[in-house]
């Protein structure tokens, strides 16, 4: 993390409530990806389910409408702005599902209980020690249960960060080094089969990893123009590419944000920005 700062403070600051600002928004971009994980879980009814890094509570809310009134869901994340989005659409949102339970927790660590499945959407690339938080998920796991999550590949095969990345890099003044190896990051498990091996040395003993692209709608308006505002305004304040601009001169920004308004126009067709999203769909048992 910049400055030194621990994930909990991240996404406690000013990161955290801004992405709480903005569910709706991020829910609906990541809404094909949310589909996939779901096909692949398979939830019944009555399935004890930990959702990790449930974030303003989408999956949380959809795991227990599958696994209906006999089932429960855990939804865990360390971000105390966007669980306070989580229990606040709960009531509304989950009527008639399994009850659901949110806990500020860092699964890392805790121990929550005892779960059929467990599940993640772009939860789980963010552990300090990634072995030993698929280790303590694996022991919070019944026997014959099993995990499913979604994580990114490669940064260049997700053309929603790599268009717009590519149109602020000209812009700053220095390029910004990789992040070191193994640490907290978006694209953290981009490789799949390195991957695999993490999930077997935390106790999985049957792992697949299938790559999964979808288009994503990065913004909509009512003419192209408008969407192609819409998509910088989730490319500069909520995407991986905010990071480069987040604390720049207000000059920089705004190069920044005509810079990249202009490259995602150019993949606007009928009020949608449409670009690819690629991502590994684990699952472990």
């Known amino acids: 993390m910049a400055g030194g700062i621990t994930q909990a403070e991240y996404w406690n ?42 974030g303003s509570g989408a999956t949380t809310v959809e795991a227990a409408r ?6 429960s869901v855990t939804g865990a994340d360390i971000s105390a702005p966007l669980l306070a989005v989580a229990r606040a659409r709960v009531g509304s949102e989950a009527s008639g599902g399994a009850p659901v339970t949110f806990v500020e927790a860092d699964v890392e660590r805790a121990d929550l209980g005892s779960f059929d499945a467990a599940l993640s959407r772009f939860g789980v690339m963010f552990f300090p020690d990634s072995r030993r938080a698929f280790a ?59 991957l695999s091996v993490l999930l077997r040395g935390a106790g999985f003993e049957t792992v697949t990893c299938e790559a999964v692209d979808r288009d994503v709608a990065l913004g909509r308006g009512d003419t192209d123009a408008a969407a192609a505002e819409a998509a ?9 590419t905010s990071h480069l601009v987040r604390e720049a001169e207000p000059d920089l ?8 308004t202009e490259a995602l126009r150019r993949h606007a067709e009928g009020g949608t920005v449409h670009l690819r999203a690629a991502c590994w769909l684990v699952q472990a048992a």
Do not use: Y
């Open 13 to 54: 600051g000013e990161v955290g409530t801004r992405w709480a600002r903005n569910q709706a928004v991020l829910d609906a971009v990541f809404a094909p990806l949310t589909d996939a994980l779901f096909d692949r879980a398979g939830l019944k009814s009555g399935t004890r389910v930990l959702d990790i890094g449930c």
């Open 66 to 71: 599958r696994v209906a009134a006999a089932g």
């Open 136 to 194: 303590n998920i694996r022991r919070m796991l019944r026997p014959g249960g099993q995990l499913t999550f979604l994580c990114w590949r490669a940064l260049p095969e997700n053309l929603w960060v790599q268009v717009p990345r590519e149109a602020v890099m000209p812009l700053l003044p220095e390029v910004p080094p990789p992040p070191a190896p193994d640490t907290p990051g978006p694209f953290r498990f981009a490789d799949g089969d390195a």
């Open 232 to 240: 910088a305004h989730v490319a500069l304040n909520l995407g991986p």
């Open 253 to 260: 920004q705004a190069r920044a944000e005509a810079a990249v």
